[in-house]
């Protein structure tokens, strides 16, 4: 699933740091949230989608996978 | 001390007593199995005991509320949860094939039955126990 968190997060000036820090979990689970290697559960992608105050699908874009 | 402490220490103490039961305790011909076991689960236990108490002092030491709380979102983290529940899952799967391959060389070996049977039991074991959590989790979730 793609996501637009990199550029959400650059947007409201904060380090990976700082937004792990808030949503209280680590570094790399931010840094692999951006690259797209790990899908956050719904209960992260509220928190995260809360903090920006954004809804769920302006930052995480479903994609219907094809076969 | 803390309640933490207290278990480890606990825990070192009953794998001591273990340890003295099967080295001392029991040293009749025929209980030379059970001493064995004994024996083997005591130093298990001691040195977890022992390694854990050690491990909690030194952490406790240096331990402040602001280390204390990213330790915890380290081991809550939801993706460390995952990458040990997957690493878990795979862990299990291939000490699976291990089993079963010991269990093979111990036939071809010619081991005693009740060697083979024990290697036998902790792969019933381990399907019982799947079969338990996997009832429990699909009541659970």
């Known amino acids: 699933m793609k996501n637009r968190l990199e ?11 700082q937004l792990a820090d808030v949503l209280e979990v680590s570094r790399q689970t931010i840094g692999s949230l951006e690259n797209g290697r790990y899908n956050p559960s719904i209960l992260l992608a509220f928190k995260i ?7 769920i699908e302006e930052i995480f874009l479903y994609e219907e996978e094809i076969k | 001390m803390k309640r933490r402490q207290v278990w480890f220490l606990l825990l070192a103490l009953a794998g001591g007593a273990l340890i003295a039961a099967g080295g001392f305790g029991l040293t009749a011909e025929s209980q030379k199995t059970i001493s064995g076991f ?7 236990a001691a040195v977890l005991g022992v ?18 709380r990213i330790k ?3 081991v809550n983290d939801e993706r460390n949860v995952r990458i040990r529940e997957k690493a878990g899952a795979k862990t299990a799967k291939y000490m699976n094939y291990v089993l079963d391959s010991f269990i093979i060389v111990l036939g071809v070996m010619g081991a005693a039955p009740y060697l083979i049977l024990t290697a036998a039991g902790l792969i019933a074991v381990e399907l019982i ?3 338990y959590f996997s009832n429990y989790y699909s009541k659970k979730m």
Do not use: M, N, P
């Open chain 2, 51 to 68: 390694g854990w108490f050690a491990d909690s002092l030194l952490v406790s030491a240096a331990e402040t509320e602001e280390v204390r």
């Open chain 1, 49 to 55: 989608a809360r903090y920006f105050h954004l809804a």
């Open chain 1, 7 to 17: 550029q959400i997060r650059k947007q409201y000036g904060i380090s990976q740091e």
């Open chain 2, 38 to 44: 004994c024996i083997g689960i005591g130093a298990a």
């Open chain 2, 129 to 131: 126990l799947f079969v």
């Open chain 2, 72 to 74: 915890q979102i380290e």
